[in-house]
Nanobody, 116 residues
Framework: QVQLVESGGGLVQPGGSLRLSCAASGGIFVNYVMSWYRQAPGKEREFVATISKFGKTHYADSVTDRFTIFRDNAVNTISLQMDNLKPDDTAVYYC??????????WGRGTQVTVTS
């Protein structure tokens, strides 16, 4: 089991940028596939981006070319650089860890609000 703590959310205007971070502890971080999900009010949680332990990335179509996911195995952290934010990006963003054997852990989330 790994503990995940997100940070970096906030209020931003359309077209602006934010960088989210997720700090992991309690597990062998390098073995986890790490991802970001988000949940907007009244909607189901949806996939945003993922990064493998080798650094291979994959994005939801809605964020491709605007969001970039990073991982730093030396400090057990992933980040999500979000550029050209849109009101539809407003959501609670969650960090997710998929471990060996299919174990899953979630952070508590960080709120991102995009509004003028």
């Amino acid at each position: 089991q790994v503990q995940l703590v997100e940070s970096g959310g906030g209020l931003v205007q359309p077209g602006g940028s934010l960088r989210l971070s997720c700090a992991a502890s309690g597990g062998i971080f390098v073995n986890y596939v790490m991802s970001w999900y988000r949940q907007a009010p009244g909607k189901e949680r949806e996939f945003v981006a993922t990064i493998s332990k080798f650094g291979k990335t994959h994005y939801a179509d809605s964020v491709t070319d605007r969001f970039t996911i990073f991982r730093d195995n030396a400090v057990n952290t992933i980040s999500l650089q979000m550029d050209n934010l849109k009101p539809d990006d407003t959501a609670v963003y969650y960090c997710h860890a998929l471990g060996v054997g299919g174990t899953e852990d979630w952070g508590r989330g960080t709120q991102v609000t995009v509004t003028s």
